[in-house]
């Protein structure tokens, strides 16, 4: 991973269906390489005829943040207690904690706020973990599987406290979340997820086909999973809003300030910025799937999964009153998963696994519209505003990981696609280990290194896995 290509395809306002590359989002280049796209031939945005030649390519949830936190460049010699690398929801609630248990904490992000997985995301506040909750104990042992699953259990409930707190401007809803049944072998999976959660004491209700088409507006699915602790944010704002509650307790946040490099000597910790050090007894790194190269710290390991969203126009009154009527957020039980959700203006996202940033991207494109279509014909041919798409760390046992770089030091990556909830409280929990000296505090034990193997060949299965099932179905 020492090089990173850095790629998007932009459209050309004064020659219609052209398009060039610039430069948006990076990852890593084998992935790319190994998927065998070929950045020359880029055709996308143009050849889709339903999407809003001004706006398209952009991220929603940047034109509609209405969190702000004043920042600017670190600078100069700076101490502190904590220094927590990577503004996410991971950093920021750690910051949070930090500040408001009297620590003097200072962060650092190396573009703007949320500009990682955290401003990206589809904005569903889960509890748990994509993995069922038998299989997490099955995996880590009973006891280690069983504190995780409770920590994350009660995700949600830290998030939406969280906002009612600091007044967190982000758009939330919590009216639950519905997991739905693509299919009838999906509907078996939820039904076992269903009695694991239902055995935990966990406030869900199976839903059957009618009951899932009154809920979502769509007649496609066999059943649904509406889990009453969950619910929906604007993610950017919310990250954001962590920020801005971290630095009103006391925080120093600063944005455009990658680390470069981090040693240790005197028994602290110095992270060096490009013009200044901060130096701290403790080391908190966040930066998950964006991680930027750091030199003296190993990166985290993972394989990079690419997710996209598409999000309409506001929809017109008697659209929005068919479709979500209680402003559920929802995903599907296909192997290539897709969501959707309505935003506070009305408008309705559609995503997916895939990436938005080579040469077959059309694809992803076609099916969104297409998709679109099958779940709710009644939508008619309404064109698509916002198209992005963000990056999934993924671990190859699908649990996030606590490793260790050091003394007083420790990274937090992994979440493979779940990571609002578990961002949050990890942050939170890293920072009570740190002030008390409690590792069983943490959700999981920490570990001196992690690896996974055959990185690239793996995101490219996924890639070329997403591709071909969006050419081959709905
Ligand atoms: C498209 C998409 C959809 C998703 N949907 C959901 C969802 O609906 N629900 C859910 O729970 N989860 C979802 N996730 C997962 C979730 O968004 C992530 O797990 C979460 O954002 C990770 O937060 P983080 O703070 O750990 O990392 P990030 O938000 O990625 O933050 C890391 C930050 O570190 C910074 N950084 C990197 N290197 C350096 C450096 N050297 N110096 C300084 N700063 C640095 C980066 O710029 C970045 O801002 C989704 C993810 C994606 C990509």
Redesign the pocket.
Known sequence: MATRLAVCVARTHDRPGVTRLSVIDTFPDNALFLAGHRLASITTLGSTPNMSAQRVQQNLWQATCREQVPTSAQEGQVSADLVV????????SAALKAAELGMRVCL????T??????????????AGLWTPPDQVEKQMGHEAGEKLNAALAGAPGLVFSLIEKHWINCEPVRNGTLHCAHSASGLKELNSRFRQLESRGAPVTMLDGPQTAARTGSPRFYGAVHDSRAGTIQ?LAY?AGLARAAQQSGAMIHTN????HIDRHNDAWHAHTAKGVVTAKYLLM?????????KGIAPPAYVPI????MATMPMDVDGRSGILPDLE?CWDTATVMS?FRRDEEGRLLI?AVGSLNHSAASIHRDWARKKLACLFPQLGDIPLEYAW?????MTSDHLPKIVRPGPDALM??G?S???????TVF?SRAVSAFATGNEDLLPLRPVESHLETRIGLKAAYYETGACLAHIARL
């Open positions: 690398v990577g503004g996410g929801f991971t950093g920021c650092l992000e190396a573009d706020m949320g500009k990682g997985g955290s401003g990206r995301n589809v904005g569903l506040v889960n993610p990250c300030s990658a680390v470069t966040a930066t998950n799937a964006y991680h930027v190269d750091v690419h997710f996209f969203q957020g969501s995503g798409c963000g990056r999934i760390a937090i990556y979440y696609g779940r990571g609002i909830g578990p961002g942050g």
